[in-house]
């Protein structure tokens, strides 16, 4: 069974810092980039961050860009969302993706359930 | 950054009609262009990728077309199942941006 599992969500306050974690497992990642995105309830897709396969090529939204970091450990199957200097606007589910190729930008074959985080003071 | 736009945002068929959505671009993304399909509480879905190929699994009443700037998602016989949010999604360049979706729902 294929799964993308998010934890590290939660209620911080503007200004505060989160690590997210996803996990995967089912299907490999090693050849793969990875994404991160973000959707407030009832809004639509806003994609945040991806990773090449082997980690040397990054990229950000301007939303978030200078404030998210992203990495991953293919030994440990894990993509990683590390996330500071956090404003209320990032409230939204975290959702993590597989992209299809070893790219960092290509399309999303496989999605994680999402881990909500709430900026709110 | 290039732009996506989807029309319509929202329309009702009903069971058996043919249903078009259409994305369009800002600027040229060649057939770099994705489909998802998110049904209400789940998560998105891999449609078609490169403008027009079928992702595994994939019911064959989907499918895709366009290159450059404008692209369409037809469903030819819309099925209850597929009440839906569906969202294009450019990706030739970073930041691969989704279209603001089309949502789908019954007549």
């Known amino acids: 069974e294929v799964q993308l599992v998010e934890s590290g969500g939660g209620v911080v306050r503007p200004g505060g810092s989160l690590r997210l974690s996803c996990t995967v497992s089912?299907?490999?990642?090693?050849?793969?980039?990875m994404s991160w995105v973000r959707q407030v309830p009832g809004k639509g897709l806003e994609w945040v961050s991806g990773i090449n396969w082997s980690g040397n090529s990054r990229y950000y939204a301007d939303s978030v860009k200078g404030r998210f970091t992203i990495s991953r450990d293919n030994a440990k199957k894990s993509l990683y969302l590390q996330m500071n200097s956090l404003r209320t606007e990032d409230t939204a589910v975290y959702h993590c993706?597989?992209?299809?190729?070893?790219?960092?930008?290509?399309?999303?074959?496989?999605w994680g359930q999402g881990t909500l985080v709430t900026v709110s003071s | 950054d290039t732009q996506m736009t989807q029309s319509p945002s929202s329309l009702s068929a009903s069971v058996g009609d043919r249903v078009t959505i259409t994305c369009r671009a800002s600027q040229g993304i060649t057939n770099y262009l994705a489909w998802y399909q998110q049904k209400p509480g789940k998560v998105p879905e891999l449609l078609i990728f490169a403008a027009s190929t079928l992702q595994s699994g994939v019911p064959s009443r989907f499918s895709g077309s366009g290159s450059g700037t404008d692209f369409t998602l037809t469903i030819t016989s819309l099925q209850p199942e597929d009440v839906a949010t569906y969202y294009c999604?450019?990706?030739?360049?970073?930041?691969?941006?989704f279209g603001p979706g089309t949502k789908v729902d019954l007549k």
């Open positions: 089912g299907i490999g990642i090693d050849d793969h980039g």
């Open positions: 999604q450019k990706y030739n360049s970073a930041p691969p941006t």
């Open positions: 993706a597989r992209v299809a190729r070893p790219l960092a930008v290509a399309e999303n074959d496989y």
